[in-house]
């Protein structure tokens, strides 16, 4: 060892010792804080050390306050007072080895039984325990069951849509019902896979307007089921294989219905409207599509009021007139008439509003922008 050194060292060293000290002391405070804890604790002291990277103090952790006694014959002396023990005390003693706390989950109740397991014999539980089997029903994640009378009232509605009876009543009743809240899920899924493929146009017609109905009631929020209400209401306005007489007023009805939908949930999601909007242009733009769903397109974006007509017919004008007047030379020329009339219609509309833009209008319709008269079909 070392069996002098200079007084210039020793100050040194006890300086960088009582530095050291301090160090890990504050950072034992830290973690004493940390553990919502006023007082110092050793395995504190053994956190500091460890993140300053140095060697562990070996030894055990004790929840007791160390006492210190006073050496008799000598004030200067402390010693650590400590229990005796006896050693056969300990050798008789059975040999536990503790465990860690550890969490584990388990079934406290299945369908309203308590399963017949360990976990669940401790307590007093008031339902009926149920010894568990090897095979289990498998029930369905539902949220919700329907009462009698709910499945009752969706039957009904059902009923109407295939045959018509009660249409006004159902109509009126999903519009101003604040009880049909359960029963959407089941709606929407219904009118969705009903309408989606329907060719009957009477059929088709009393869907949109009970799914409109429904999407339009003021207690009801359909914000989760638009996925399956707004592709049900867009591919019936655009249906290309739809030729039945009425054709055209229904188009014209179910484009004011997406027109609704889209700004009473614009809220919820601000890029519906858009995103609807955006359909209807490249459905426009589509020239092997047939007339039919260009008009309801036409329709479609007049829905939404002249500020839409102005954005984006207009500028879509000047491409959209060639494939007018392609298809105006087809054999579906009465149809594509009926694409025109829209057309002349919306923008007939603008120029009342705005007569700015008449001139940006009038070369590509002339006369037939202040007076038009077309039978519909």
């Known amino acids: 060892g070392v069996k002098s050194i200079e007084n210039d060292a020793t100050h040194l ?39 300053l990277k140095l060697e562990n103090v070996y030894g055990f952790p004790s929840s007791h306050l160390p006492r210190y006694r006073r050496a008799q014959g000598d004030d200067s002396t402390w010693y650590l007072e400590e229990k005796e023990i006896a050693l056969a ?30 976990e669940n014999q401790a307590g007093d539980v008031d339902l009926e325990p149920e010894v568990i089997e090897e095979e289990q029903e498998v029930v369905t994640n539902v949220k919700h069951q329907l009462s009698y009378e709910q499945q009752l009232y969706y039957n009904t509605l059902l009923k109407t849509l ?15 019902d604040s009880s049909l809240t359960q029963l959407v899920p089941y709606l929407a899924r219904s009118f969705y896979t009903t309408l989606i493929e329907e060719a009957s146009l009477k059929k088709l017609d009393r869907g949109i307007r009970m799914l409109g109905a429904l999407a339009l009631n003021p207690h009801i929020n359909l914000e989760p089921y638009l996925h399956q209400i707004m592709p ?11 030729h039945e007489e009425g054709h055209w007023k229904f188009r014209e ?25 955006k359909f209807y242009v490249s459905t426009l733009r589509n020239s092997n599509l047939p007339p039919t769903s260009h008009y309801g397109a036409l329709k479609g974006v007049s829905a939404f009021g002249t500020l839409s ?39 007939r509309q603008l120029v009342k509003e705005d007569p700015s833009l008449y001139e940006k209008v009038e070369p590509y319709f002339g006369e037939e922008l202040c007076a038009f008269e077309v039978n519909n079909c």
């Open 13 to 51: 060293l006890v300086n960088d010792a009582e530095l050291r000290v301090r160090q890990i002391v504050e950072l034992a405070y830290k973690f004493t804080r940390r553990s919502h804890r006023t007082q110092l604790e050793a395995k504190d002291v053994k956190r500091a050390m460890n993140l």
């Open 232 to 242: 049900t209401l867009l591919s019936g306005l655009l249906r290309k294989n739809l």
């Open 309 to 347: 007509t102005k954005e984006i017919l207009i500028p879509l004008l000047e491409s959209y007139m060639s494939t007018l007047e392609k298809g105006l030379r087809t054999q579906e020329v009465q149809n594509w008439n009926m694409v025109k009339a829209a057309l002349i219609s919306d923008f």
């Open 253 to 277: 009805n179910t484009s004011l219905i997406v027109g609704r939908v889209c700004e009473k949930y614009s809220e919820c999601y601000e890029d519906l409207k858009p995103r609807v909007l």
């Open 162 to 176: 295939d045959t018509g009876t009660k249409l006004q009543e159902s109509l009126e009743a999903l519009n101003s």
């Open 89 to 118: 005390d300990i050798v008789q003693q059975p040999l536990e080895i503790p465990r860690d706390y550890a969490l584990h989950s388990h079934w406290l109740a299945i369908r309203g039984k308590v399963p017949n397991i360990p």
